[in-house]
């Protein structure tokens, strides 16, 4: 049985494939970013762990991470370093009162 594969558009095969490579190209560099942030993200998150007794933040280093994971981690770091520039206590963290979260903020910008 013959098989009949069709192109979008009048693109040749050729074409097609130079595509492909292209898109291919810049999944990996897509991917090989993600997974040097996700190193620079954790070494730091390790360490800010240690300091402050805290719980890391729950991610497959195994995979790559999507941009939503990467931002939960960055934002988790950031609370960890806020922690421990302002020496704010990880269970009152929620609880701070409004000219506490205004010092939060400022210690996170």
């Known amino acids: 049985m013959t098989r009949v594969f069709q192109l979008t558009g009048n693109l040749t095969l050729l074409e097609r494939e130079k595509r492909l490579v292209e898109q291919l190209r810049e999944l ?44 939960e981690l960055q934002e988790n770091v950031r609370r960890l370093e806020c922690e421990k520039v302002c020496g704010a206590d990880s269970t009152s963290y929620f609880s701070l009162s409004v000219v506490n979260v205004i010092i939060v903020f400022l210690c996170i910008f």
């Open 28 to 71: 990996h560099d897509i991917r090989d970013d993600r997974l040097l942030k996700l190193k620079s993200l954790k070494d730091k998150e390790e360490q800010l762990c240690d300091v402050l007794s805290e719980k890391p933040y729950d991610v497959d280093v195994t995979a790559v991470p999507s941009t939503n994971q990467l931002a």
